[in-house]
């Protein structure tokens, strides 16, 4: 299975930690997204698997698909058949890096974009927040505070925002449907769909002081881990406000706690934190102004597994027509 | 002044006991409403005064019209001037009902419909806070939880607004942007600009039982108070969340506390509470699945003023054409 599809393709599909049925990759599911494919593909058999079942090495063996999360990455590592794809059901990939396990032959996708309008909805939500001061009401509650601050609407501020991938444009969007003005971060500074501006990264100190409000929607790698650290949340305006879509290590937390504690930045919203499930000793819990929720600004039961198995199926028909795959991750970069 | 205008206009304004600039009616402001009208009016005198002002009786007896929100209604029943128009800053009247004090000659105008694009915004965050299970997470947050809910996307569900006037149609506006399917309730069942279908009061039994998210954006009245009671929150479906965008008294707070402690309801976020500002002591603070935020949905000091301003001047040009003035209160409804 190199730039031509066999004439039986075997898919093997993961079993996740979750028992959440909205997150199984199931028979009926993929029979479905191959009934959306609007040409031909070849007959397929489908088997689910655990993560941690002794015949992983067999089944690897005999599969030219493995779909999932949780990769076993040494068995896929010593695997010799013809496996050709990895589609994996999350948009990051740093649970699994180096990729060094990764065999040549064996290309690795993400299910990047999936996220999209579920996103968009938790950015809206987010940048509201934000602006109508609900870190604080959230933390005058906890005080049993009665304690109004003024805001006007929303329209006209600058959202500035780090990553422009899926989830980076789900972000724009959102800023874009409530009128604000949206600059994107990425390495290049190459235009980005979505974005009114897009700034490379060396120069993203001035976009970050000029902001009110600054979102994470970028992966996690080794040059992005810790760069919202005290200097980067002193450069933010004051009164300025924050949010993470990413990974929770993007983030120094005891910087954004002191951020918050000090009054400098407005409030903070975080979907991810370090580690996940945040323990109940952690002390982010009370920090004034901030809201924490426990990484569920992607979920999406309903359509979540559909729209990565299309991306499956896109990804089947480019093999077959010898183009390059759709959100391929690059084994260096590791994104 | 009764259907024509005077050849000199004399407007007297209330200084609000909030002393946040935004919230006051200025010169400028009123000079700058006065220049956006785009046909002539008469000049005018300015006169701003404390509500408790010694000489309120005489600035009353040589005004035409008087703006703001604590009218002193001992002093307007006894005036015997040309007083024609009381043009309030506030959308709601029930701080100053029963009407008895309103002397036969002069007509109550309000607010409403200033509060639209602000309370718009407020309206989707708070709806997208009841779908995505923020008050869980500000309540798990309060407990050091990582307690994660599955949400999907939010379209398709279903909203019941209570109230079609203006802040009942920003309500509305919110929902369709978000794809909800909305109904509102009035008391005749008329039918809405906004609402995809309005059911009548005494009929809003059924609508109650179907909607995933109610909303209270009507005025308080005898009729309306304590309306949302045990009865009406057990009429709910498991699981549908609540917002109160309305007045406190609204609702009886006990009867939402005993709804979600239950966990009948999933969640519910006020606006207003009983009283204002709800002291240290209320029991509410505490209760799960409760977000509760300071009397804020409203405010826009960016534009509120000005707004209420161009509502004047609309009527003014109402009232030389011998047309019925926008907003008007009806003396007995008292809305």
Redesign the interface.
């Given at each position: 299975m190199l730039s031509s599809l066999p004439s039986r393709l075997r898919l093997l599909a993961l079993r996740p930690a979750s028992q959440?049925p909205?997150y199984q990759v199931t028979a009926e599911k993929v029979a479905a997204a191959f009934g959306r494919s609007t040409s031909p593909l070849p007959p397929y058999e489908f088997r689910l698997i655990a993560p941690d079942d002794p015949e992983m090495e067999a089944a690897l063996a005999r599969a030219d698909v493995l779909i999932g999360s949780s990769v076993p990455t040494e068995a896929v590592a010593a695997t010799r058949g013809a496996l050709g794809l990895i589609q994996l059901t999350s948009a990051g990939v740093d649970h699994l890096v180096p990729l060094d396990w990764l065999p040549a032959g064996v290309e690795l996708t993400s299910a990047s974009g999936v996220h999209g309008?579920?996103v968009m909805?938790?950015a809206?939500?987010t940048l509201?927040?934000l602006?109508?001061?609900?870190p604080h009401?959230?933390a005058?509650?906890?005080?049993?505070?009665?304690?109004?601050?003024?805001?006007?609407?929303?329209a006209g501020r600058g959202l500035l925002v780090f990553g422009t991938g899926g989830i980076g444009k789900a972000v724009a969007d959102a800023g874009r449907v409530?009128g604000l003005v949206v600059t994107g971060v990425n390495r290049s500074g190459a235009v980005a769909p979505g974005f009114q501006r897009v700034v490379p990264t060396l120069l993203a100190a001035e976009a970050l002081g000029e902001a009110d409000f600054v979102v994470l929607a970028m992966p996690l790698t080794p040059e992005t881990r810790g760069m919202m650290d005290r200097d980067a949340f002193a450069r933010m305006k004051p009164g300025a406000s924050f949010a993470n879509f990413g990974r929770g290590p993007l983030v120094d937390q005891e910087a954004l706690a002191a951020a918050l504690e000090s009054g400098h930045l407005g409030g903070a919203v975080i979907d991810v934190?370090t580690p996940?499930?945040?323990p109940?000793?952690?002390p982010l819990?009370?920090v004034p102004g901030l809201?924490?929720?426990?990484?569920?600004s992607c979920?999406?039961?309903?359509?979540y597994i559909d729209r990565t198995l299309d991306i499956l199926v896109g990804n089947l028909h480019r093999r077959a027509a010898g183009l390059p795959l759709m959100n391929r991750i690059d084994r260096q970069r590791a994104y």
């Open positions: 959440t909205a309008p579920k909805e938790w809206m939500m509201l927040m602006h109508g001061h609900l009401y959230a005058a509650q906890r005080r049993h505070e009665w304690s109004p601050r003024e805001s006007s609407t929303i409530l934190a996940e499930p945040l109940a000793s952690s819990w009370a809201i924490i929720t426990p990484h569920v979920d999406d039961p309903e359509t």
